[in-house]
């Protein structure tokens, strides 16, 4: 596992990638690239503290380090063009925020692919509003774990990753806590500045979500499953009825998947640099949604919690967790 978190100060960064207990080649060649690059200092974790997350205990120790009046959470496989970072500090001024975030291009290699990333993206900006993180006085908050800009000062104001060091989905809640807090927030599109594969397959994809899908419902079950009922009567239903006997039943099923297509199409305009033609498989990647949804959520309720990174935690501490959490 591999945290990365830059500390900026005037301009000039210092970058500290935290090798978290990584079994391959990440330790040497973090120090070979610390050997050539001076502003580059490498932490190594040994051991994962009871009560935290890998991923978020990583984040936590490159800030202890991190030097300045601004920090840059990023994941480790993002790609930036070379001036990504000066224009986000440059807009975050310019709109005097404290906290900015940016959606990178997601990228894929196969068609299906692609088009379930960019369903993906509808479903998460009909469940998640993100518009709302730039309307300061709207409820919300938006933080994605590409590309997370925040200044010193808001960051000790929420209470930094010891307040998210048991949540899997901690950029989210870490945008949601900036807003909470009263802290100005930004979400822009950064897909001609920042690329990421998001997963190389669908496979990965459907195991990568067993993490995250119910800290985005809010670890409740019924939940889940008004998700999947919705999504099915919304997303799947309106194709049977269009070959209903009765008149009306038609037209108001194909109304209803001219304006699914029509916010469908705006999603994909708006967060990714696929063509908007691929709207043609929405069934598709629909039924490949509930599937990934029902997989992730029964497997979760089988197991007693989530297993990432050889660990395995409970599903009753993570629910307390994340209660406890929006309780301060």
């Given at each position: 596992m591999f945290g990365f978190a830059a500390g900026t100060k005037k301009c000039k960064s210092r970058n500290y990638p935290v090798n978290d207990r990584s079994n391959d080649n990440t330790a040497a060649i973090m120090e070979e690239t610390a050997r050539l690059n001076p502003s580059i200092h490498t932490i190594h974790i040994d051991s994962l503290p009871e009560g935290w997350l890998g991923k978020n205990h990583a984040l936590a120790k490159g800030v202890e380090q991190a030097k300045g009046?601004?920090?840059?959470?990023?994941?480790?496989?993002?790609?930036?063009?070379?001036?990504?970072?000066?224009?986000?500090?440059?807009?975050?001024?310019?709109?005097?925020?404290?906290?900015?975030?940016?959606?990178?291009?997601?990228?894929?290699?196969?068609?299906?692919?692609?088009?379930?990333?960019?369903?993906?993206?509808?479903?998460?900006?009909?469940?998640k509003r993100p518009w709302t993180a730039n309307r300061s006085k709207t409820a919300g908050g938006m933080g994605i774990g590409a590309f997370q800009l925040i200044k010193r000062s808001c960051y000790q104001g929420?209470?930094?990753?010891?307040?998210?060091?048991?949540?899997?989905?901690?950029?989210?809640?870490?945008?949601?806590?900036?807003?909470?807090?009263?802290?100005?927030?930004?979400?822009?599109?950064?897909?001609?500045?920042?690329?990421?594969?998001?997963?190389?397959?669908?496979?990965?994809?459907?195991?990568?979500?067993?993490?995250?899908?119910?800290?985005?419902?809010?670890?409740?079950v019924w939940r889940g499953l008004f998700a999947v009922i919705c999504l099915i009567m919304t997303q799947l239903l309106p194709y049977v009825f269009l070959f209903s006997s009765l008149h009306s039943v038609q037209i108001i099923s194909a109304l209803n998947l001219l304006l699914l297509f029509c916010l469908y199409a705006i999603a994909i305009k708006s967060l990714t640099r696929c063509s908007v033609f691929?709207?043609?498989?929405?069934?598709?990647?629909?039924?490949?949604?509930?599937?990934?949804?029902?997989?992730?959520?029964?497997?979760?309720?089988?197991?007693g919690g989530i297993e990432w990174r050889g660990n395995r935690y409970p599903l009753h501490e993570l629910k307390q967790y994340y209660k406890n959490s929006k309780e301060d």
């Amino acid at each position: 596992m591999f945290g990365f978190a830059a500390g900026t100060k005037k301009c000039k960064s210092r970058n500290y990638p935290v090798n978290d207990r990584s079994n391959d080649n990440t330790a040497a060649i973090m120090e070979e690239t610390a050997r050539l690059n001076p502003s580059i200092h490498t932490i190594h974790i040994d051991s994962l503290p009871e009560g935290w997350l890998g991923k978020n205990h990583a984040l936590a120790k490159g800030v202890e380090q991190a030097k300045g009046n601004y920090f840059l959470f990023t994941d480790a496989d993002i790609l930036f063009t070379p001036n990504a970072c000066s224009k986000a500090l440059t807009y975050l001024k310019k709109e005097q925020a404290d906290h900015l975030t940016v959606s990178p291009d997601l990228r894929a290699n196969s068609l299906l692919l692609r088009g379930f990333i960019s369903y993906f993206l509808f479903g998460f900006s009909v469940l998640k509003r993100p518009w709302t993180a730039n309307r300061s006085k709207t409820a919300g908050g938006m933080g994605i774990g590409a590309f997370q800009l925040i200044k010193r000062s808001c960051y000790q104001g929420i209470g930094g990753h010891e307040k998210l060091k048991f949540r899997p989905d901690d950029d989210l809640a870490l945008g949601e806590r900036v807003k909470r807090f009263g802290y100005k927030q930004r979400l822009a599109t950064g897909l001609h500045s920042l690329s990421v594969e998001w997963y190389p397959s669908l496979s990965l994809a459907f195991k990568g979500f067993e993490k995250n899908a119910f800290a985005g419902l809010n670890y409740s079950v019924w939940r889940g499953l008004f998700a999947v009922i919705c999504l099915i009567m919304t997303q799947l239903l309106p194709y049977v009825f269009l070959f209903s006997s009765l008149h009306s039943v038609q037209i108001i099923s194909a109304l209803n998947l001219l304006l699914l297509f029509c916010l469908y199409a705006i999603a994909i305009k708006s967060l990714t640099r696929c063509s908007v033609f691929i709207i043609a498989g929405q069934p598709i990647y629909a039924l490949l949604f509930v599937y990934m949804l029902m997989r992730a959520l029964i497997l979760t309720w089988i197991r007693g919690g989530i297993e990432w990174r050889g660990n395995r935690y409970p599903l009753h501490e993570l629910k307390q967790y994340y209660k406890n959490s929006k309780e301060d």
